[in-house]
């Protein structure tokens, strides 16, 4: 190579949300800035999984350097700590893309969490993959050689001081890997003491599964023959945590191998460690966490880490997981898939299959537990990731009494959540169904007239608010034999003694001309008209037909562009046949049957009970003439001086 090609250094400006976020980190005062170092290690045990895998079909890659392993080497005399590993390395190209520009949306919603939450939130920044740049809370300036792994690769330096840019030029590194040096500020020598970045390791990065070595000084000699020497010592169990057996494993370190392997902060809620060993065998490491990731929303991000034999495969095997249980976390080291496993193996594999379904019943049983044995704990499971659980019912049927049993729901009884279990063992004497109210807020459902003769009986009603709950309700069907019946469809499966149906057909046959009245008038809008024995203080409601969506659902797939293709199923409108309106609007309709006011006011009810049901009216300007005449009449009633008291007495 002659001087004039050899490559120079280049500079390259960061993204510029990378600018935010750099200054973000950089002065930021939040305390606990060890997390630096739990980042780094696990980019770099993340290179060195990667190389691994990679070696299984291309060994040469092992050639000019077998170890697999970590090392830290703090400098006092330079004020540098570098985290060194032999993994995968980074080409070039690699380097400026890695550590200069963000593949995903992962520091704007950094910076979205930081600015809503505040300064403890640094914490997180590994969760959103922009884990290096916490290297910034300790350094002023960050220096990375690396070498990609394979042959005839050269080496390259990335430097930042953070200020805008990096640069980029070539190096000088024997073997692949990739070298991090922090140039520690002023207040962070700290992390070059020797105690302290063992404690560290110990406390963060034990489990992590390849040697960590930290360079130490030792003085040998006495006197004039003194010297300092240095060696490296290995401070980690360096072991798959998952492959120990249980009783060695302190709930400490569980917790420590989480916070590794999700980036979160905080101790998960519950954990479950297993080895099965019937027709396949595997070992699983399965975590529930406290809080919802910031993407739990996004479809990709489900599934759990993939081992086979110890070594690392992928990070999220989306096969292993289903989707109601993105939420799960954790490790499945499998001891039956071939190391070169591929995609398409994964999605037609007999042994996924099975660690699958065994997954979902481990997962299954730890919520179980967790609710049986931490009620409170369940509460905060139930309010981060019941939403998600409840897709289960919608879409996988085998789980569903299980699943029915974890379900827990605001309801009529007014005191907190209440599990399915626990209201049934409350149903009244002649009770025979479950009853629940599907709409958009607890608020919206919980003056409804649909609930009006279910209250007046004392049976419980469930609040369903939860967009997925009609589908999981629909799932469900029945729990413990029995049925979930919608207050809002047509037949509630209420029992009725024989005086009630003769008083109710009585009823219908009393107002027959006013309901068919009322479904002439009506007929673009309702399907039918009927006596109602459900309402006692409002003088109509809309129902549900069967095979029908509740208004709340169909207002839902509408915002969502999903209603188009639905077809509308109208509604049933229920007079409540006891109401003074309904009565007097009987007597007016009999007396005169072409007085038109009647037709307005059927109007004007149907527009009431579509208000009721949070539903827009279809010609609001028309409602509120509607209205307007109607207190005007009202209004000039009320001035009009009653002619016998106040009327001056003539002569
Ligand atoms: P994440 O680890 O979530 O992807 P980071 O900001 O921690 O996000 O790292 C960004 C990327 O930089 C990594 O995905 C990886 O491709 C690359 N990288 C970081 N450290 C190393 C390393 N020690 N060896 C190889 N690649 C690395
Ligand atoms: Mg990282």
Redesign the pocket.
Known sequence: MTVENVPQRETHAFQAEINQLLSLVINSLYSHKEIFLR??V???S??LDKLRFRAITEPELLADEPALELRLIPDEAKGTLTIE?T????SHD?LVK??GTIAHS?SREFLETLAQKGQKDVQLI?QF?????SAYLVADRVEVV?RAAGKDQAAWRWTSEAKGSFTVEPAERATR??S?TLHLKEDQKEFLGEWRLRSLITQYSDYVGHPIKLQVNKSTGTGDEAKTETSLEVVNKASALWQRSKSDITDEQYQEFYKHLTHDWEAPLAWTHFKADGNTQFTGLLFVPKQPPFDLDSQQQRGVRLFVKRVFIMDRCEELVPQWLRFVRGVIDSDDLPLNVSRELLQDSQVVRSIRKHLVKKSVDLLEKLAKDKPEDYLTFWKAFGTVLKEGLATEAEHKDKLGGLLRYESSREEGLTSLADYVGRMKEGQEAIYYVYGESRKAVADSPHLETLKQRGFEVLYMTDPVDEWAAQGLREFQGKPLVSALQADLKLQSTDEEKKAQEQHAEGLKTLTEKMKDVLQESVREVRVSDRLTDSPVCLVVPEGGSPAYLERLLQQRGRGAGMPRVKRILEVNPKHPVIEHLKAVHEKDPAASQVAEWIELLHDQALLTEGSTIADPNRFARRMTGLLTQVAALAATPAPATSSPTAG
């Open positions: 980042e780094l696990s980019n770099a993340d290179a590993d993994g995968i390395g980074m690699e890695n550590l992962g590994g993959g922009v884990g290096f740049y690396s890997g990739t991090i």
